[in-house]
């Protein structure tokens, strides 16, 4: 059983920033795309960040291109979000997820089968 645990969650004032980390358990981690996803407070969760297995690419949301950085670690088992220039709307909790193997696109929910626990942010005005 794959667990991710996510951490660095917090509190922070707007135009501040925070990182988030997701710790992966099991083997063979660079087979598989990771993303970022988020759900605020009666929303639908939605896509923020992802990165390929292949290691060609990183995608993000439009409304966090710019300020939002997503990094990879394969020999760690880890990844992190890096967002900076947050804004009260950014408030969510986030979620770290893992794609089935070999899985060329990320961007879609419905292609990960792994997912964190969740971590709150939350942006102050």
């Known amino acids: 059983q794959v667990q991710l645990v996510e951490s660095g969650g917090g509190l922070v004032q707007a135009g501040g920033s925070l990182r988030l980390s997701c710790a992966a358990s099991?083997?063979?981690?660079?087979?598989?795309?990771m993303g970022w996803f988020r759900q605020a407070p009666g929303k639908e969760r939605e896509f923020v960040a992802c990165n390929r297995w292949s290691g060609d690419g990183t995608y993000y949301a439009e409304f966090v291109k710019g300020r939002f950085t997503m990094t990879r670690d394969n020999a760690k088992n880890t990844v992190s979000l890096h967002m900076n220039n947050l804004k009260p709307e950014d408030t969510a909790v986030y979620y770290c997820?893992?794609?089935?193997?070999?899985?060329?696109?990320?961007?879609?929910?419905?292609?990960?089968?792994?997912w964190g626990q969740g971590t709150q942010v939350t942006v102050s005005s």
């Open positions: 099991g083997r063979t981690f660079e087979r598989y795309a």
């Open positions: 997820a893992r794609t089935r193997a070999y899985v060329m696109t990320c961007v879609s929910e419905g292609t990960y089968d792994y």
